[in-house]
């Protein structure tokens, strides 16, 4: 994504074009050419430095057209996707009206030999170009919100095999992260959760799979979510190729295993349709012998055949781009 630009207020656009405006000062063959010149290069440079300026904007935003996708269901619930393409087409709108009031004003200068009419159309095209600009005001605002939205969603790679690990807290999800992860897992903020998501990877010959741990997010029954609490998580679903869900049957996390259970069930309504896998964690200091898959982060036990369980899952996983 192109780096998005600072979006100015109605008043330091406007400052910005006069203030550039008002230095100019053509050279005439006359005091009438004089004004005249000055005036188209008044004119020329206010409007160009708007419509440019709101062209920018429109140019390096981002286009979020895919539905059924991870993003725009993410800048939806914290943007609000039919607000923002409505702010986009407004600087489209703003920018092609300037630039026909601009011609317009050149042409009714070019054409005149009265002082005082040029005057007026200069006034007269600034007056217009304010009334613009403020006619827009609501949605340079609205823009510059959503750039500083836009920075804190996360940055998942959304063409690589994703597996999502799921559980209570405490149940032992960061350290499993860690012990699939070839380096430092990164942290990436994550709408509706202060702790953001924690972003490991696993490699796997010359792929690389992402492996995502979801503090504060798979950590609560869905149904106890508001809406947009559930959107956000379920929006998640989207780049889940493989779920994992972790029981820890010692309980030494503080939730019982029946409330774990009950959790999980609420996950797997949720992810329903999304390959899932459920294991039990801290099997160094707990065995429930329920015949669940059993595995320990801390000593290494059953890793190596959870971590073949989740690879031979994502390795089935193709992208139309990556073909
Ligand atoms: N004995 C033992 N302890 C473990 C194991 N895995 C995790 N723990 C411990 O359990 C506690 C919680 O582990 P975390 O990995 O932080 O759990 P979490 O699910 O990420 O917790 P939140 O981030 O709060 O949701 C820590 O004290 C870990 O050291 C394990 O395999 N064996
Ligand atoms: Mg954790």
């Given at each position: 994504m192109a780096r998005i630009p600072t979006v100015l207020t109605s008043d330091e656009l406007m400052d910005k074009a006069f203030s550039r405006a008002s230095k100019i000062d053509k050279k005439g063959t006359n005091a009438l050419d004089h004004k005249k010149k000055t005036a188209l290069a008044k004119v020329t440079a206010s409007g160009d430095i708007i419509a440019t300026t709101l062209n920018g904007y429109v140019d390096r935003f981002p286009r979020i057209e895919k539905e059924n996708d991870f993003f725009p269901e993410l800048v939806d619930l914290t943007i609000g996707l039919d607000q923002y393409k409505q702010s986009l087409g407004a600087m489209n709108w703003a920018a092609n009206r300037i630039e026909k009031l601009k011609n317009e004003c050149l042409r009714n200068i070019r054409r005149t030999k009265d002082p005082e009419y040029i005057e007026s159309q200069r006034n007269g095209f600034y007056g217009r170009l304010a009334s613009i600009v403020r006619q827009i005001s609501k949605d340079l605002e609205f823009l510059q919100e959503a750039k500083n939205k836009f920075r804190v969603l996360p940055h998942i790679e959304p063409n690589v095999a994703t597996v999502v690990i799921a559980g209570f807290?405490?149940?032992?999800k960061s350290k499993l992260v860690s012990a699939l992860s070839t380096a430092e897992p990164e942290i990436a903020p994550y709408p509706f959760t202060t702790k953001g998501i924690i972003i490991g990877h696993i490699q796997d010959g010359w792929r690389k799979y992402q492996v995502i741990d979801t503090p504060g997010l798979?950590?609560?029954?869905?149904?106890?979510?508001?809406a947009i609490e559930k959107q956000a998580i379920l929006a998640l679903k989207y780049l889940t190729h493989v779920l994992v869900f972790i029981l820890d049957p010692s309980e030494s996390c503080g939730y019982s295993m029946e409330k774990q259970l009950a959790l999980l069930e609420s996950v797997e309504r949720g992810f329903s349709g999304v390959p899932m896998i459920v294991a039990e964690s801290k099997s160094d200091i707990?065995?429930?012998?329920?015949g669940r898959f059993r595995f320990s982060a801390q000593t290494g036990a059953n890793m190596d055949e959870l971590r073949g369980n989740i690879i031979s899952k994502l390795r089935n996983i193709r992208f139309e781009e990556a073909e």
């Open positions: 807290p405490n149940v032992g798979l950590d609560r029954s869905l149904d106890e979510r508001n707990f065995i429930a012998n329920n």
